[in-house]
């Protein structure tokens, strides 16, 4: 079996994720976390609306992780972010996360946004 090494570019990928922390690039994040080429930083979650629009121009989609269950988006975020001409796609945070670690690893344009498990 040959295995090849993946190369995630400017992004770091998600390594991991437990009860209320996630592992991205080595490094540990507890609470809610933004990543993408941009780097990572915490996110304040749902209503924390201003370090998703500093994106705009760097993401397609934004990836929600709305943690071990899924759940709807509120309106007002989705339609902001929409109107902004980002993409948003909701799912529970271990999917996402699997999701975004494919699409970057792709030279994709996008970002997570997940709420711990």
Known sequence: MRLTEIDFGE??????????FFRIG???????????????S???????????????E???VIFFGTGAEVAHLPSALRAALEEAGIGVEAMNSPAACRTYNVLVSEG????LAALPV
């Open 26 to 40: 080595g490094a540990v994040y507890q609470g809610a976390v933004l990543t993408g080429t941009f780097g990572t």
């Open 11 to 20: 992004a770091r990928p998600v390594d991991g994720y437990g009860p209320g």
């Open 58 to 60: 760097k993401v397609d």
């Open 108 to 111: 994709r344009r996008v970002a």
């Open 42 to 56: 915490g996110w304040g979650g749902y209503d924390d609306l201003e370090p998703l629009l500093a994106v705009v």
